[in-house]
C-alpha cells in the first residue's frame, strides 16, 4: 500500500494556502489524490480497507482498495462523481469480467443543512454540514479552498467542494488521512460501463459477487413410485460412482431418496448456508425430510444398504427386539451426517388452486435455509449428500437444493490455527423407510446407546441435536412434550423438551390442511420440535472437556405407548463437533 503524506506543510497545502501560485485560481484546475481511512467508534477498522479518491474540479473517480489481497473472484467496484452533470455512476466489473453500471442524479442524494461549525482537515479549511440518510444521522466535512470537488461515498457530496470527512451516527467514520498532488486525471468517467441497471439489482449483483453458489439438486422429484425406480441400475451406478466422479443424482427406496456424488471446493472460512426450495406435486400431507451427508471415513456407511440392502448395516440390539439397523456409529461404520430436517406443509403449491381459503393467499413453494458454517470442513472435496422425503404419493414433491457461501473476509487470510472436527454419532430418521428400515421406536423401553473414541487435542467440544417426536393422534408423542435427557458416561449432561409453539404463523404455507370448525387448523397445532413448513432446530450441548479416550452418550426419552395401529416414534441424530489444530497447509 502507497504511504501518502501527512505533511499539513506538504507541497499542495503550501501552494493552496500561498497566494503567488494559488492552484485553486489557475487557469487548469488542481488535481489530487485523497486517501481516506474508516474507523468504528474512533478506531481505525483495517478490515475495511481504504479508499482512495482522484478528483480534480470536473469530478472524481472513487475506489475502495483492500488493506491486502482480494479473495479470488471479488468484484471490483469503482465510483464516478460527475459535477459538470450532476450524476453520480457505479460500475461493477464480476469475476467473469462483465460490466454494470447504474446511475443517480445529485438532485436524488441527501439534502446538505449548514452549520456555523468549521474544522480543519490536511490544512484544508472545512465547513460542517448535516444530513439525514434512511433515519442516519450525517455530519459532513468538506472545503471549497483548494479547488477540488469529490468525496468517499457517492451518496454523500457537496456540490461546491472536496468531502474529507463524513461521521455516521457518531460511530462510522471516513476521514482524510493523505493527500498529495496528481496531474490532472483523464478517466474520471468510464469509457465502457457496460449495461445500465437500476440501484436494486446493481446492489444485487454486487452481493452475489460475493458468494459461491454450489447447485446440488434442481428441481428433482421425491416420491414413491417403484415402476419407475430400476434399483439394479441404481446400484450399478452406486458402484461405479464410488470409485469415480460422478453428477449423477441416483434414486433410491423406491424414488423417496436422492444420492448425489459431487465434489466441492475447500472454501474459506466464512458462512455456508443450505437452501432448499419444495413443493408438492401431488402429495397432501405433512412430510419429515432430511438433507444429509454420508461419510466413508471408516469404511461403511448408509452406501453398504444402498447397494446390498438394509441388512448389510450394523444392527442395534434393543429390548423391543425389532431390527434397528444403521442408527448409531460402530468402529466401522458411520451414520448419516444430518444437515437439515425438514417437515413439509400439507400440499403447498399443487393444492393452491384447488383449495381455497377467503383471506389466505398460499404460497407457491417453502424455502428453508439452515447455515452449516460448522460443517464447512467437511463439506469438501468428494462428498455424498442425499435427500429424503418420507411418502406413499407418485406425485411426491420436488426438490432444489443450492449450497452458498458468504466470505467472512474480503481479503486472502492465513491459514486458520484451528480446524473443526466433526463426527456423527447417532441418526434415527430411517431415511430408507421404503426399503424396510425401522422407525425410531426403541424409546419405549430402552435407551438409545452409542460408544465412541475421543481423539487428542479436541477443545469446544459440543453436541447438535435435533429431535422430533411423532405419532399423529391425542396421546401421540408429535402433540404431547417430552424430556429428552442426554448422558454422557452414565451422567446426565443437560436435558432438551423439543417443542414448537408458533406453527400457526406458517398457514399460509399450508393450502391442504384441516380447517376445524372452531377456526384453528391443523397447521396450527404445537407440536414435538416441528411445524409443517419449518426447519427442525439443532440444539448445541456444549460439553465438558473430556479426556481422550472411550466414552458412551445415551439419549432416554419417555416414549408414549402405542395405541390401536398408532405409535409414537423419535427421529434424533446426534453429530459430535470440536476444535482441533489445522493440519491444512
Not at 465434489?263 to 400431507?285: I, N
Request: hydrophobic share 40%; glycine share 10%; net charge negative.
Amino acid at each position: 500500500m502507497r504511504v501518502f503524506t501527512r505533511r499539513i506543510a506538504g507541497l499542495l497545502t503550501l501552494i493552496l494556502l500561498a497566494g503567488a501560485m494559488d492552484l485553486a485560481r489557475a487557469a487548469t484546475p488542481p488535481a489530487a489524490r485523497v486517501e481516506y481511512e474508516i474507523r468504528h467508534n474512533g478506531e481505525a477498522a483495517p478490515d475495511e480497507g481504504l479508499i482512495q479518491v482522484d478528483c480534480d474540479a470536473r469530478g472524481a473517480r472513487v475506489l475502495q482498495l483492500p488493506r491486502g489481497e482480494w479473495i479470488p473472484g471479488a468484484p471490483r467496484e469503482t465510483g464516478y462523481q460527475d459535477f459538470a452533470a450532476g450524476r453520480t455512476l457505479q460500475l461493477l466489473v464480476d469475476r467473469e469480467g462483465r460490466r454494470c453500471h447504474t446511475l443517480a442524479e445529485f438532485a436524488a442524494l441527501p439534502a446538505l443543512e449548514a452549520t456555523d461549525e468549521t474544522l480543519e482537515i490536511l490544512g484544508l479549511p472545512c465547513r460542517k454540514w448535516t444530513a439525514t440518510l434512511y433515519s442516519n444521522h450525517i455530519e459532513l466535512w468538506s472545503s471549497t479552498a483548494a479547488g477540488l470537488r469529490g468525496g468517499p461515498r457517492l451518496s454523500l457530496l457537496d456540490p461546491d467542494g472536496l468531502v474529507l470527512r463524513i461521521l455516521v451516527n457518531g460511530e462510522l467514520e471516513f476521514v482524510a488521512t493523505g493527500l498529495e498532488a496528481l496531474p490532472r486525471p483523464t478517466d474520471l468517467w468510464p469509457t465502457d460501463p457496460g449495461e445500465a441497471v437500476d440501484a436494486a439489482e446493481y446492489r444485487a449483483r454486487v452481493t452475489a459477487g460475493w458468494v459461491t453458489t454450489l447447485p446440488v439438486f434442481r428441481r428433482e422429484q421425491v416420491c414413491f413410485n417403484p415402476a419407475a425406480v430400476d434399483t439394479s441400475a441404481m446400484r450399478l451406478a452406486l458402484r461405479a460412482a464410488r470409485d469415480a466422479d460422478s453428477s449423477a443424482v441416483l434414486r433410491f427406496g423406491a424414488g423417496t431418496l436422492l444420492l448425489r456424488k459431487l465434489t466441492l471446493p475447500r472454501l474459506a472460512p466464512g458462512q455456508l448456508f443450505a437452501e432448499l426450495v419444495e413443493r408438492s406435486r401431488g402429495d397432501a400431507y405433512d412430510r419429515t425430510g432430511s438433507l444429509f451427508l454420508l461419510s466413508e471415513e471408516r469404511g461403511g456407511s448408509l452406501l453398504d444398504a444402498l447397494e446390498r440392502g438394509i441388512g448389510a448395516l450394523p444392527r442395534l440390539a434393543t429390548r423391543d427386539g425389532r431390527d434397528y439397523r444403521g442408527l448409531t456409529a460402530t468402529p466401522d461404520y458411520l451414520p448419516p451426517l444430518e444437515l437439515l430436517r425438514f417437515i413439509t406443509p400439507f400440499g403447498v403449491g399443487h393444492y393452491n388452486e384447488q383449495v381455497k381459503v377467503k383471506g389466505e393467499v398460499w404460497a407457491d413453494s417453502v424455502i428453508y435455509r439452515m447455515e452449516l458454517s460448522d460443517l464447512l470442513p467437511v463439506l469438501a472435496g468428494p462428498v455424498w449428500i442425499g435427500a429424503f422425503v418420507g411418502n406413499y404419493d407418485t406425485g411426491g414433491h420436488e426438490l432444489s437444493l443450492t449450497l452458498r457461501h458468504h466470505p467472512g473476509e474480503r481479503t486472502v487470510q492465513p491459514a486458520p490455527a484451528t480446524d473443526t472436527w466433526c463426527q456423527p454419532l447417532f441418526n434415527t430418521l430411517n431415511v430408507l423407510e421404503m426399503a424396510g428400515q425401522e422407525y425410531g421406536r426403541l424409546f419405549e423401553q430402552d435407551t438409545l446407546r452409542v460408544d465412541f473414541e475421543l481423539p487428542a487435542e479436541l477443545t469446544e467440544l459440543r453436541l447438535r441435536y435435533t429431535s422430533t417426536g411423532h405419532g399423529g393422534w391425542g396421546g401421540g408423542d408429535e402433540f404431547n412434550p417430552k424430556p429428552n435427557r442426554i448422558l454422557l458416561d452414565g451422567r446426565e449432561l443437560a436435558t432438551v423438551t423439543p417443542w414448537r409453539s408458533d406453527c400457526a404463523g406458517l398457514r399460509s404455507l399450508n393450502p391442504a390442511s384441516g380447517n376445524f370448525w372452531n377456526g384453528v387448523s391443523s397447521s396450527d397445532l404445537s407440536r414435538s420440535g416441528w411445524c409443517p413448513g419449518a426447519v427442525a432446530e439443532p440444539v448445541t450441548i456444549q460439553l465438558p472437556e473430556l479426556a481422550p479416550g472411550p466414552h458412551r452418550l445415551e439419549v432416554a426419552i419417555p416414549q408414549g405407548a402405542p395405541e390401536g395401529g398408532s405409535f409414537s416414534a423419535w427421529n434424533v441424530s446426534g453429530t459430535l463437533l470440536g476444535s482441533r489444530p489445522t493440519t491444512r497447509h
